[in-house]
């Protein structure tokens, strides 16, 4: 049981804007920085998205993160078939003294 | 180009340990950490621990302690990562991931991993 909770699944058809949801605690989104992962299959893990709603060089402006209270969303619009992957959240937890992330949200492209 | 290339592929019987090492490039390795990151067939993603590159402080999840061991080597910028006691739900790929810190409240708390390594395979397997 991950300490985040994710929806398993997303879908969209191409063109729409896909959100996931990332929910958490105090101890974790509520008083730290919420990230972002995509993970193509058979690939590792790409930082999508940092401290909330930041992008590295190079992530198209399609993919934007936001953050109240103690949860979080990603948005990707402009869904495009190689959006078709799974994504992750993670946090700092304060209670657990390290990070933790969410069990994951595959995005389908109808 | 910054790069974390992992070692291969290992197969393992059951009690007995692992050691991955994680070979840095392209960047000032005591800038930054190493975060240690697991993923069982299927599953999701599981923290372990960090170690800074700089001071070799450690921080391990609660649910590895006494189990493992993460250690660095400045002269060949190699993060190590040894997994003790191996049981066969450890079966997974293992990844080190490049991540900074901050400081939140007076508490060192680790940043995004932003550099990935390939991963590697370990199976546990009698």
């Known amino acids: 049981q991950s300490v985040l909770t994710q929806p398993p699944s997303a879908s969209g058809t191409p063109g729409q804007r896909v959100t996931i949801s990332c929910s958490g605690s105090?101890?974790?989104?509520?008083?730290?920085?919420v990230y972002w992962y995509q993970q193509l299959p058979g690939a590792a893990p790409k930082l999508l998205i940092y401290r909330n709603n930041q992008r590295p060089s190079g992530v198209p402006d399609r993919f934007s993160g936001s953050k109240s209270g103690t949860s979080a969303s990603l948005a990707i619009s402009g869904l495009r078939s190689e959006d078709e992957t799974d994504y992750y959240c993670a946090a700092w937890d304060d209670t657990l003294s390290g990070p933790v992330f969410g069990g994951g949200t595959k995005v389908t492209v109808l | 180009q910054v790069q974390l290339v992992q070692s291969g592929a290992e197969v393992k019987k059951p009690g007995a340990s692992v050691k991955v090492s994680c070979k840095a490039s392209?960047?000032?390795?005591?800038?930054?950490?190493i975060n240690w990151v697991r993923q069982a067939p299927g599953q999701g993603l599981e923290w372990m621990g960090w170690?800074?590159?700089?001071?070799?402080?450690?921080n391990y999840a609660q649910k590895f302690q006494g189990r493992v061991t993460m250690t660095t080597d400045r002269s060949t910028t190699t993060a190590y990562m040894e997994l003790r006691s191996l049981r066969s739900d450890d079966t997974a790929i293992y990844y080190c991931?490049?991540?900074?810190?901050?400081?939140?409240?007076?508490?060192?708390?680790?940043?995004?991993?932003?550099?990935w390594g390939q991963g590697t395979m370990v199976t546990v397997s009698s």
């Open positions: 105090s101890s974790n989104i509520g008083n730290n920085y």
């Open positions: 991931a490049r991540g900074a810190y901050y400081y939140g409240s007076g508490i060192q708390k680790i940043d995004a991993s932003d550099i």
């Open positions: 170690i800074s590159d700089y001071n070799g402080n450690t």
């Open positions: 392209g960047y000032t390795f005591t800038d930054y950490g």
